[in-house]
C-alpha cells in the first residue's frame, strides 16, 4: 500500500462546475500538505500549502485536511478551461522529504 | 524574478551511455531536491540537499546515480550507465530558507533507447 492514495482519474467536468480532489494517507506523522498542479510538459507548481488540519481558502481554491481521517481535499470553484491539468497532493513531516500522490487529471469542458 | 532552470530539457542516450542533468536553483534558496517522474505518477523523492551537503540520498535508485552541489548553488544529477528504465522526467525543484515551498524546474525528459 502506498503512503499516500490519489485517484487518478481522469476527471471530466462542464465549465463552471465545483471539482473535488481527494486524496488519502496512512502516515499520521504528516504535518504539511500540499496541492500542485501540473501542466502537459511542465514542472508542478504549487497552489496550496497548509499546516495541520483545518482549511485555506485562495480565490477560487479551497484546500481542507481532516488529520483525523487522513483524507486531504482541494475544491476549485467556477471552474475554467485553463485549469485543465493534473493535481498532485503532496505532504511532509516537516523538513525535506515529501512524499507524492500519483496525480488526477482534471479536464474541463468549455 | 527567474524561476528554477533545468538542462538540458530534453536528453536521449543509448543504453550504457553517462548522463549529467543541470539544475539552477532559485537565487537565494538553501535548498535543493531531485526527483524521478515516471509516466502518468507522482514525483519520486531522489535526494535533498541543504547548501552543498547532501543531508539525505535514500531515494537514489542504484550506485548509478550519483548528485552533487559542489558550491551550494548548482546541483547535477549523474547516471552512470544508463538502462532503460532510467527513462523518465528528472525534476529540481528548490526551497527557500525555514520554508518548505518547494518550486520546480520544467524538468529533463531522459529516454534511454
Known amino acids: 500500500q502506498k503512503e499516500v492514495e490519489q485517484d487518478p482519474g481522469p476527471l471530466s467536468v462542464p465549465e463552471g462546475a465545483i471539482v473535488s480532489l481527494n486524496c488519502t494517507y496512512s502516515?499520521?506523522?504528516?504535518?504539511?500538505f500540499m496541492w500542485y498542479r501540473q501542466y502537459s510538459r511542465k514542472g508542478p507548481e504549487l497552489l496550496m500549502y497548509?499546516?495541520?488540519?483545518g482549511n485555506k481558502e485562495d480565490g477560487r481554491f479551497t484546500a481542507q485536511v481532516d488529520k483525523s481521517s487522513k483524507y486531504i481535499s482541494l475544491f476549485i470553484r467556477d471552474s475554467q478551461p485553463s485549469d485543465s491539468a493534473t493535481y498532485l497532493c503532496?505532504?511532509?513531516?516537516?523538513?525535506?522529504?515529501?512524499?507524492f500522490g500519483a496525480g488526477t487529471r482534471l479536464f474541463v469542458k468549455a | 524574478g527567474a524561476g528554477v532552470s533545468q538542462s538540458p530539457r530534453y536528453k536521449v542516450a543509448k543504453r550504457g551511455q553517462d548522463v549529467a542533468l543541470r539544475c539552477d536553483p532559485i537565487s537565494g534558496h538553501v535548498s535543493l531536491f531531485w526527483y524521478q517522474q515516471a509516466l502518468g505518477q507522482g514525483p519520486e523523492f531522489l535526494t535533498y540537499f541543504q547548501n552543498e551537503a547532501q543531508l539525505d540520498k535514500s531515494g537514489l535508485p542504484s550506485d548509478r546515480f550519483f548528485a552533487e552541489r559542489p558550491e551550494g548553488s548548482v546541483s547535477t544529477l549523474k547516471i552512470q550507465r544508463t538502462q532503460q528504465e532510467d527513462s523518465a522526467v528528472y525534476l529540481c525543484?528548490?526551497?527557500?530558507?525555514?520554508?518548505?515551498?518547494?518550486?520546480f524546474g520544467p524538468g529533463t525528459r531522459l529516454t534511454v533507447t
Open positions: 525543484a528548490s526551497s527557500p530558507p525555514v520554508r518548505d515551498e518547494q518550486y
Open positions: 502516515n499520521s506523522a504528516f504535518q504539511y
Open positions: 497548509t499546516y495541520s488540519s
Open positions: 503532496a505532504m511532509s513531516r516537516g523538513g525535506f522529504k515529501t512524499i
